[in-house]
């Protein structure tokens, strides 16, 4: 369906998982992990290598500008697996000083850094304020591919602005093409104002 084309939403869904993603990677050294084998083999593999409290990260334009915050209440860094997960994520993506930031949160989140792949489940919503205009679209997971410039999920999604609620079954979106395909059992519920 080619009806979002003219909505950005998706653009701004990806901008918030790439800099998510540019978060942790410039959390990380650009250096290969030194893993201590003896404290892992201590540690074991359910434990993280290292973690964040009250992660509250900002990120300014080059005119000291807020483009994005994101805030996580903890961070798990996995080195040698090249994972990072994150409890109750949200992200504020910041655009023109006259509109609203764009809101991705989710109930948890895994980034798999080497593959540039940002996996949110449970309670996945990105909201869109316009004027008196909110769009929220809600699923069970979401992911986001930065290599392919995509977002997709199998899960069930809700699309709901003041104009009516449309639902799915799975949906995929190019980022740059700023395409929404939903891929079945599409309905849709709409005001017409009349």
Request: hydrophobic share 40%; net charge negative.
């Amino acid at each position: 369906m080619n009806w979002f084309a003219d909505r950005p939403w998706l653009r701004m869904l990806a901008l918030g998982g790439t800099v998510v993603a540019a978060v942790f990677l410039l959390w990380r050294s650009d250096e290969a992990p030194v893993v201590d084998q003896e404290a892992a083999a201590l540690r074991g593999d359910a434990e993280p290598d290292g973690f964040v409290v009250n992660g509250n990260y900002r990120s300014f334009d080059e005119t000291g500008n807020l483009e994005i915050r994101f805030v996580s209440p903890r961070i798990e860094q996995f080195e040698e697996k090249n994972l990072a997960t994150m409890d109750s994520p949200r992200a504020e993506l910041y655009g023109d000083a006259d509109t609203q930031p764009w809101i991705v949160e989710a109930d948890r989140g895994r980034l798999m850094q080497n593959r540039e792949l940002v996996y949110l489940t449970g309670n996945v919503q990105v909201l869109r304020s316009v004027g008196e205009r909110d769009t929220t679209l809600t699923t069970r997971t979401l992911t986001l591919d930065n290599n392919e410039g995509v977002v997709y999920t199998d899960a069930p999604v809700e699309i709901r602005d003041v104009t009516g609620i449309t639902t799915a079954v799975g949906m995929k979106a190019w980022i740059d093409e700023r395409i929404l395909e939903l891929n079945s059992q599409v309905e849709g519920y709409y005001d017409t104002g009349n």
